[in-house]
């Protein structure tokens, strides 16, 4: 938002912007020591600007889902391989054409949680996901369908990816940091849904169950969905053996195979758990 030059005594920094346009053109106005700082990006892309970049990556985002008046959102992790049903023949390996129920689960399950979404107007229990194909298609275009919006917080990756055509413009995100990326995804989650998917799945599941864990963020509703798919892909029983993990953690998540069963867990939390 464009501050409002009547708040500050000071020169608006958007009219210096447009002032140094109209600059002669000179050995000394052509030079990178002359530009602004915030406008000059061989500047803002040293080493040293990390610590800013990071700042920045925090702020935008955050800045914009509070204009928004986003309260709490549901986070929605899932493979971006995964076809939708339509498109099962087109899978890679036979076990993804099977895991295609699950993006018809998680569109329907978005599409619920946002229809719920829009009693507060949008302010609360937003899907979000990582803006990507496969399961997060699904849970933006699901949220897209209700009539909602939804958001999508896409990273920048070697091959080319743009984001889904469901997330709402407004409320698509692109990323350099993983770091702040998954702050983001976190900072205002009220459920946590992990669907079947590949390494980037899983680290987003273990890294939230490992702050739910550890006390470092409040215990909320945390979904897998497919519980076929998780034990075999996951031994929980032997790491609970073993003695990595206690036995009570495997009370941290539960596991649905449907939208209503996610909608129900949901929606019967206790607020003070």
């Known amino acids: 938002m464009k501050d409002d030059p009547r708040s500050h005594p000071f020169r608006d920094s958007h009219q210096d912007v447009e002032a140094a346009d109209r600059i002669p053109d000179t050995a000394q106005t052509r030079a990178p020591a002359y530009r602004l700082a915030f406008t000059d990006e ?3 892309c040293r080493e040293e600007l990390r610590p800013v970049r990071l700042q920045l990556e925090l702020l935008k985002p955050q800045m914009i889902m509070d204009e928004r008046g986003i309260e709490s959102t549901i ?29 018809e689960e998680a569109r329907q399950f978005a599409r619920q949680m946002t229809a719920i979404s829009m ?14 194909p496969g399961v997060m298609e699904a849970g933006n275009r699901g949220a897209h369908e209700a009539g909602g919006q939804s958001i999508g917080l896409n990273i920048v990756l070697p091959h080319e990816q743009a984001p889904n055509e469901y997330v709402t413009p ?10 702040i990326r998954k702050m983001h995804f976190l900072m ?10 590949g390494f980037g799945t899983m680290d987003e599941m273990f890294e939230s169950l490992t702050l739910i864990q550890t006390g470092r963020m409040k215990k909320v509703p945390f979904l897998l969905f497919g519980r076929h798919f ?8 032997a790491l ?20 209503d069963e996610a909608v129900k867990i949901i929606a019967e939390w206790p607020e003070d758990c």
Request: glycine share 10%; hydrophobic share 40%; with cysteine.
């Open 188 to 197: 205002r989650a009220k459920a946590i849904c992990i669907f079947p998917g």
């Open 230 to 237: 998780w034990e075999k892909v996951i031994n929980w029983e």
């Open 240 to 259: 609970a053996e073993a003695g990595t993990i206690s036995a009570d953690d495997l009370e941290l998540f539960q596991y649905v195979e449907t939208a």
């Open 42 to 44: 061989d500047f803002m």
């Open 170 to 179: 407004d409320l698509c995100f692109n990323f350099h940091y993983f770091g």
């Open 75 to 103: 986070v929605m992790f899932g493979g971006a391989r995964i076809p939708e049903p339509e498109k099962r023949d087109q899978a890679r390996t036979e076990t993804l054409a099977d895991l295609s129920k699950y993006y």
């Open 119 to 132: 009693e507060s107007y949008g302010r609360e229990n937003v899907i979000v996901t990582g803006g990507g």
